[in-house]
Nanobody, 126 residues
């Protein structure tokens, strides 16, 4: 049974920082590309960042570039998202997910994820 448990969300002022964590079990974490998505009520879940299985390749959406950093600890089956210079527009529920990819291409990493945690709420006040 796959379990993804996100934590680290909270309320922060604009310009502040948060570090999200996701502990995974029931899947071959060290062989999976892992990603962070986010969702606001009434909108589609959107990708934020992706890490290859080794962490050697990463992808960020334009809104995350330069502010967010995705990392992973394969020994602890844990995925992280360091978020700096947070903006009110970053307010959302953040989810981690993963899948096996054979080539780290946009086509392979932007969709096709089937496992989801309960999410962690991030609220950025202005």
């Amino acid at each position: 049974q796959v379990q993804l448990v996100e934590s680290g969300g909270g309320l922060v002022q604009a310009g502040g920082s948060l570090r999200l964590s996701c502990v995974a079990s029931g899947l071959p974490f060290s062989r999976y590309a892992m990603a962070w998505f986010r969702q606001v009520p009434g909108k589609k879940r959107e990708i934020v960042a992706v890490s290859s299985w080794s962490g050697g390749n990463t992808y960020y959406t334009d809104s995350a570039k330069g502010r967010f950093t995705i990392t992973r600890d394969n020994a602890k089956n844990t995925l992280f998202l360091q978020m700096n210079f947070l903006e009110p527009e970053d307010t959302a529920v953040y989810y981690c997910t993963g899948k096996q990819v054979y080539d780290f291409t946009l086509e392979s990493i932007l969709s096709g994820y089937n496992y989801w945690g309960q999410g962690t709420q991030v609220t950025v006040s202005s």
